[in-house]
């Protein structure tokens, strides 16, 4: 399964440590992330992490095309609610891709851990098929 990181620079630290704790499920899975998050778990995980450019020099609208061209199968996208971004208009462009191409997507911590244990379960093995 192709699994897709980005996080939000307040959400950073937390995914890290999510990483670090299903650092097992994700091993068995091609990891791709945009710049600075695929950087930071790569180093606290060991786990190979394909990146894209930082977020701000395009790297989510590299994300989008991979979605787009069938690419990515799982989005896990930490997303600060509270801070206001620039990058807004580029976040609700991720979000509408992965609506319009069916890519199951957690935006917070709550649905990455029902996610990941679904991906362990085996739960969504029909996006391979």
Same mark, same amino acid.
């Given at each position: 399964?192709?699994?897709? &990181?980005?996080?939000?620079?307040?959400?950073? =630290?937390?995914? +890290? *440590?999510?990483? %670090?704790?299903?650092?097992?499920?994700?091993? /068995?899975? /091609? &990891?791709?992330?945009?710049?600075? $998050?695929? /950087? &930071? +778990?790569?180093?606290? $995980?060991? &786990?190979? +992490?394909?990146?894209?450019? !930082?977020?701000?020099?395009?790297?989510? *609208? *590299?994300?989008?095309?991979?979605?787009?061209?069938?690419? %990515?199968?799982?989005?896990?996208?930490?997303?600060?609610? @509270?801070?206001?971004?620039?990058? =807004?208009?580029?976040? @609700?462009? %991720?979000?509408?891709?992965?609506?319009?191409? !069916?890519?199951?997507?957690?935006? !917070?911590?709550?649905?990455?851990?029902?996610?990941?244990?679904?991906? =362990?379960?085996?739960?969504?093995?029909? %996006?391979?098929?």
């Amino acid at each position: 399964m192709n699994i897709a &990181l980005i996080a939000h620079d307040k959400k950073k =630290e937390l995914m +890290v *440590q999510f990483c %670090i704790a299903y650092s097992g499920i994700l091993a /068995k899975h /091609k &990891l791709r992330a945009t710049g600075m $998050t695929g /950087k &930071l +778990v790569g180093e606290a $995980t060991g &786990l190979m +992490v394909n990146r894209f450019l !930082n977020g701000s020099l395009g790297g989510g *609208q *590299q994300l989008q095309s991979s979605i787009s061209c069938g690419e %990515i199968d799982v989005l896990f996208f930490f997303r600060d609610p @509270i801070t206001a971004k620039s990058s =807004e208009p580029s976040d @609700i462009a %991720i979000l509408r891709v992965c609506d319009m191409h !069916n890519i199951p997507v957690a935006t !917070n911590i709550g649905t990455g851990e029902a996610l990941i244990h679904a991906i =362990e379960r085996g739960d969504l093995d029909w %996006i391979n098929n």
